[in-house]
């Protein structure tokens, strides 16, 4: 029996004699999951907000769509939220700019600053009584808005922003309390029978974790696009260069960073999906690499190339937030056995 973070479970034995005010006691069952998200294992996840900062490190639409893309097809009964923290650094230009995007593709976009306290009262309800998670790269300011949330947790934040790259400080899954606003003292006078709210902090993904739909499903996981792609004259249309195609005959209606992410997406798509085919004709002539054992023993695996080699423990550890710089990691020819990636 597995258990994650976030499983609900029957406990047997609770021994709370300890002195110290510890419990403990044995796990008799885990209760069935409503979803599991992976890297890091987080079971029973109510929602997911995609943190990133409009400056420090700088606004990333394409990565931001990558996040959007990923988390809609790990749990598709979850509609990320998008975070963007650091406002105080941004002028309101610049802060309408990313609202019109995304508000208008039908994602909540909560504009936050940890550091002047902006917007946190109103994260603050939506966390209210559920189980979140907050994902992103580093240096963003997650744990700062968990801090700013729940002063008790006290957080290690990084301030030597020179530091940040390629790595991050979050290493084990934790669901943090947020206390509602009533036990916040926002509001004591509310009647809201809020509850706490419970938030994992997680390190983001590095760009080789990132899941890709099939080519022809991308334009799904784009709301804006999926609408007019709906009206397509061909239901396998890429809406790329096709004749007679809806979506781009709005392309001009379209903001520019959503098309473009989702052209990149696609390309990124076809290329695994060309990978997938060239894997499985290797396999068939015996192009295959044995680890953790001889021939017959030892695990097989297919020799893929570089963007589907399982991920390094070292690589895991780091925070890719440049595709350029993912690519050229991708260089080293080591194989290495991860059981995750089957
Ligand atoms: P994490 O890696 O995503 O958890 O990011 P941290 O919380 O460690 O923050 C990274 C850096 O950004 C630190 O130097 C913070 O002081 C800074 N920071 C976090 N939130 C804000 C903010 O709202 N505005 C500004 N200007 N800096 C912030
Ligand atoms: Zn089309």
């Known amino acids: 029996m597995s258990i994650f973070t976030g499983d609900r479970v029957e406990l047997d034995e609770v021994d709370t004699s300890d002195s110290n005010d510890r419990a403990t006691a044995v796990i008799a069952a885990r209760l069935d999951r409503q979803n599991l998200l ?24 394409l990565l931001c769509d ?21 406002c105080d650094l941004a002028t309101d230009e610049e802060i309408s700019a990313l609202r019109n995007i995304y508000e208008s593709a039908g994602y909540k976009v909560f504009f936050l600053s940890a550091k002047e306290r902006i917007g946190l009262d109103e994260l603050r309800r ?23 949330l729940n002063p008790e947790l006290n957080l290690k934040v990084d301030v030597n922003e020179e530091l940040l790259v390629g790595r991050h400080t979050t290493t084990a899954t934790e669901l943090y309390k947020v206390p509602s606003e009533r036990s916040a003292g926002v509001s004591p006078a509310s009647t809201n029978p809020l509850s ?17 739909p099939e080519p022809a499903e991308v334009a799904w996981q784009f709301p804006e696009l999926a609408a007019l792609a709906e009206e397509c004259k061909f239901s396998d249309c890429l809406h790329l260069v096709e004749q007679n195609c809806n979506v781009l005959s709005h392309e001009a209606e379209l903001p520019a960073s959503r098309y473009d992410s989702y052209r990149t997406i696609v390309a990124e798509s076809q290329q695994e999906q060309r990978l997938r085919q060239e894997t499985s004709q290797k396999v068939e002539t015996g192009v295959v ?18 963007r589907h080699r399982a991920v390094s423990r070292r690589r895991e550890k780091q925070q890719l937030t440049d595709f350029d710089a993912a690519d050229e990691e991708g260089l080293n020819d080591d194989w290495i056995a991860d059981d995750d990636d089957e």
């Open 38 to 61: 992976t890297r890091p294992n987080i079971a029973n996840v109510d929602q997911v907000f995609i943190v990133q900062a409009i400056h420090q490190p700088e606004w990333n639409g």
């Open 66 to 86: 990558r996040y959007l893309v990923h988390l809609q097809l790990e749990l598709p009964a979850v509609r990320p939220f998008i975070c963007v923290n650091k």
């Open 126 to 148: 939506y966390l209210a009584g559920n189980k979140s998670v907050l994902t992103g790269p580093s240096g963003v300011g997650k744990s700062s808005i968990l801090n700013a």
């Open 196 to 212: 706490d709210g419970w938030i994992a902090d997680t390190p983001g993904y590095s760009l080789d974790q990132l899941r890709h």
């Open 289 to 306: 690499k044995y680890v953790g054992g001889s021939e017959g023993r030892g695990k097989s695996i297919p020799k893929l190339s570089n």
